[in-house]
């Protein structure tokens, strides 16, 4: 999988993939990314054909694919225990 668009708003990193696949997750849950600017989350390199992302200044990468096959259900159960 291959990044097309990659965006941001306020509260969610939004990818696209060439294949057409979309999704989005909240920056809440990524610290480094949730704590950075807006110019911070656009100054990122797509390594590895676009099959990663990495933010050299915020010490931060996201595989493509690891980010479609995140299973959201464990995410909020997770939250629920510590919570």
Known sequence: MRVKNLSFDQEFIILETEDGKKASMPLEWFPRLREATMKE???YELWSDGEW????????DLSVEGFFSFDVTKR????TIVA
């Open 41 to 43: 989350l656009k100054n």
């Open 76 to 79: 909020k159960a997770k939250e």
């Open 53 to 60: 992302i990495h933010w050299e200044k915020l010490g931060e």
